[in-house]
């Protein structure tokens, strides 16, 4: 069973910046596509960033330009850089396979304010 530990989420002002960091107790190969996936109160899960074995990034266009997902495969370890925050950004945030195939970990809160 693979568990997932998200960290990092805190308190920002708008325009702030915070690094979540995500630890996988399995291994995050490289033909495993990781992702960060965000859920605000009364809104479904999405996913806003997700980054190949090989380092290609994509982004929900929400976040473009905003944020940045990285990974070491060797440290089992996937990060989300972001940057300029806004409001809307506030949620509870994941990491996840893309395809959302491991169990869910509890996520850490995001909360900006203006």
């Known amino acids: 069973q693979v568990r997932l530990v998200e960290s990092g989420g805190g308190l920002v002002q708008a325009g702030g910046s915070l690094r979540l960091s995500c630890a996988a107790s399995?291994?995050?190969?490289?033909?495993?596509?990781m992702g960060w996936y965000r859920q605000a109160p009364g809104k479904q899960r999405e996913l806003v960033a997700s980054?190949?074995?090989?380092?290609?990034?994509t982004y929900a266009d929400s976040v473009k330009g905003r944020f940045t997902i990285s990974r070491d495969n060797a440290k089992n370890m996937v990060y989300l850089q972001m940057n300029s925050l806004k409001p809307e950004d506030t949620a509870v945030y994941y990491c996840?396979?893309?395809?959302?195939?491991?169990?869910w970990g509890q996520g850490t809160q995001v909360t900006v304010s203006s």
């Open positions: 996840n396979t893309n395809l959302g195939a491991w169990d």
């Open positions: 980054i190949i074995g090989g380092g290609t990034t």
């Open positions: 399995a291994k995050i190969n490289r033909i495993i596509t």
